[in-house]
Structures are given as C-alpha cells and as structure tokens.
C-alpha cells in the first residue's frame, strides 16, 4: 500500500499569508495526486487533483504542484475562508490512502 | 445540480450490521463511478471502497475487507454499503461521494454524511 505522509500537521498563520502544505508518497505515483478541504461538520471539498489542476469553482489562490513522491498544495493569500484541515490522497493504485492532514489555524 | 444524500446510519451493537444509501440525483448514475470515505472522531479521513459504474469492480480497504459489501442498483440511481461484523473502530462519519471521471480516483460531489456509531 502507498502510504501518505503531510507537513506540517499544523499551521499557524494570519489572513493574506501564503501558505505551503507538503505531501509525501511511500512509492513514485506521478500526478496521480487529489487535495481536499476538510472543515469541521462539512463534508470534504475537491481543490486539485492530477497534482496541479484546478477544481472548478475553487479560487485561484490555491495551487498544486509535484510529481513522483513529492507534492504541494500552496495557498497564496489566505483568507479567512480558507482556516480548515487540508488532506492529500493518492490516486495511483488501491487502496485509495490519504495523508493524515494538516490544520490551518489562527 | 449533482447531489449525492447518505443515510442509514445508526446506533448499532458490535458483531451487528447495518446497511447504508447513497441516493444520486442530477447525473447519469451508471456513468459515474463512487466511493464510500469515513471519517472517526477526531481523526482524518479513511478511504472505505469503491464501485465502478456498472458494478462489475469493486475494491477495499484493508479495514473492512470481508466484512463489509459495496453495490449499487443504478435503477434507482442509489449505491450500498453493507457493513457486518461491525467493530466499535468502525465507529465514524460515512460519507458518499462521486468520481468525476477525471483520469484519476478523485472525487468531486459528496454527501453531507451519515454517522454510524458501534457501541454496547
């Protein structure tokens, strides 16, 4: 199985900072790499996937970029909106694994 | 608009079972794929399985292989899960979600979730 790793698993930052969340693969997965937000009671949002495209809909300010094991989901201006727990998944194989997250925070 | 809505969730001892829905609307259901991801209390998401769009292949996470069943009945635009012998780590938000068809295992519609608790 393809284990996920996130760093950091918390963040702490104030609105209009950028942001850089890390994602790391056990094994070279290519693009084959989804990022989501996850806010409390809501049910998680698609912002990228194949590593570097946008979901429609999600603002310009988030970004994705990585191949092989390493990753990252950027955040340019953070905004207040934007406070929620952000997990990485693999696409490559099955099973399907996420990373264990990673929190930002005020 | 897509939708997709859980529901069954319950209160059930351990060694039982439950059956949760996923009902799509808004979408041709047989031509999507969709998975089953949970979330435990204070913990992070957990994929749980997936089923293609006609149902022929279905896959599982460790955790629950051979315990629980993925199916859909694409009639009724609604996908299963069958979950027996249910563990009180089982004990989690469920949530249903539809593939886009991007290239990939992503997932881009998902339910407001629907709570399975295990417990005596």
């Known amino acids: 199985d393809i284990e996920m790793t996130q760093f950091p698993s918390s963040v702490s930052a104030s609105v209009g900072d950028k942001v850089t969340i890390t994602c790391r693969a056990s094994?070279?997965?290519?693009?084959?790499l989804v990022w989501y937000q996850k806010k409390p009671g809501k049910a998680p949002k698609l912002l990228i996937y194949?590593?570097?495209n946008l979901q429609s809909g999600v603002p310009l300010r988030f970004s994705g970029s990585g191949s092989g094991t390493d990753f990252t989901l950027t955040i340019s201006s953070l905004q207040p909106e934007d406070f929620a727990t952000y997990f990485c998944q693999q696409a490559n194989s099955f099973p399907l694994t996420f990373g264990p997250g990673t929190t930002v925070d005020i | 608009e897509v939708q997709v809505l859980e529901s069954g969730g319950d209160l059930v001892q351990p060694g039982g079972s439950l059956r949760l829905s996923c009902v799509a609307s808004g979408l041709n259901f047989a031509g999507y794929a969709m998975t089953w991801v949970r979330q435990a209390p204070g913990k992070g998401l957990e994929w749980v399985s997936f089923i293609r769009g006609d149902g022929v292949n279905t896959y599982y996470a460790h955790s629950v292989r051979g315990r629980f069943t993925i199916s859909r009945d694409n009639s009724r635009n609604t996908m299963y899960l069958q979950m027996n012998s249910l563990r009180a780590e089982d004990t989690a938000i469920y949530y249903c979600?539809?593939?886009?068809?991007?290239?990939?295992?992503?997932?881009?519609?998902w339910g407001p979730g629907t709570k399975v608790t295990v417990s005596s």
């Open positions: 979600a539809k593939d886009p068809f991007y290239g990939l295992e992503a997932f881009d519609v």
């Open positions: 194949a590593a570097s």
């Open positions: 094994l070279g997965i290519g693009t084959d």
